[in-house]
């Protein structure tokens, strides 16, 4: 079934004026919060539809609106629907009694708190970002799972959030408004090592982009990247290893030394990026020249080799611009002096 509906977020004083939907038994919002609207009559234009919707659900007339987006809501039951996505800052009238739910006004902050679709937090995410008009797609899997997410025809990365003890929520969330919230999700790091006459070592370091979305243009791990939801760990790292170096890893030179919980929150851009994850730790010894290497230019900026006490004294007196966790590179120093001695 394919039908045509709006919704619209309706602001006030920091506040969206939020509809729990509790009524029908057969609808597909069925106990989630969204904002206000409905499915387009004969003929109506989104506007059209837009203010007659809001004016028999909530009783006030839209003095100030904008058109925001489309929305393809595909709920994997059968159910296609083209949301036309709308917010408004200016009413009037009086509030009356909503049929399909109870009105409340909710801190927008508060939204995310509230049992809305998981969808939903990426276009609040795009409405809060002023983002230009956007066609977003969300796919669902015929329950509350999202499937996949696509934003002006590119997809966008989704994560599996986990449970401290490293298990999957079932909750699957896309990446920004991961970091934005601060859910925890799995990566992988591979440090690429090789000896040296020095402390025994070096650690080869990337250069993170500028244009990367947290710490630019610092230094980083060999490779790291983050596990796509329904993705295993070990394929992620051999991913990650092809696709920003140019490494061709087999499963067996990738020696896992542990997992790692890191997390930090700073401002990037004028956003807040919240960093929680579990990182499955991994080291690769195989002879690599960097002049062989094809990076990912979206990705990394550059590649070094340096001494591990070199580098390590450097990451705890931030001496060096970087973005490395020392209780890992603690972990990696650990693991090579074990196979130095042999154990």
Known sequence: MTSLSTLCYIEKDGQYLMLHRTVKKNDVNKDKWIGVGGHFEADESPEECVLREVKEETGY???SYRFRGIVTFVSGNGVTEYMHLFTADEFEG????????????????????LNIWEGDRIFLRLLADEEPFFSLKLVYDGHDTLVSAVL?????????????????????RERVVAHREGSLHATVHMWIVRPNEK???????????????????????SSAGHVDAGDEILESAIRELKEELGIEAKPEELHYIGVHYGAFE?????????????????????????ENLKLQKEEV???????????RQKVHDGTMPNCIYEDEFRM????????????
């Open 61 to 63: 007339t839209l003095a």
């Open 94 to 113: 009086k509030p009356i009694a909503c049929d399909e739910g109870e009105l409340e006004w909710v801190k927008k902050e508060d939204v995310l708190k």
């Open 152 to 172: 002006n025809g590119k997809p966008m990365e989704l994560f599996d959030i986990l449970n401290p003890d490293g298990s999957k929520t079932g909750i699957v």
């Open 199 to 221: 402390s025994g070592y070096d650690v080869l370091l990337q250069k993170r982009s500028q244009t990367k979305d947290s710490n630019p243009g610092s230094y980083d791990i």
């Open 266 to 290: 700073a401002e990037f851009y004028g956003k807040m990026f919240r960093d929680r994850e579990l990182s499955s730790v991994y080291v690769y010894t195989e002879p690599v020249e960097i």
């Open 301 to 311: 900026e550059a590649v070094r080799w340096m001494d591990y006490e070199e580098c």
């Open 332 to 343: 990696v120093g650990e693991y090579l002096d074990r196979v130095s001695d042999g154990r």
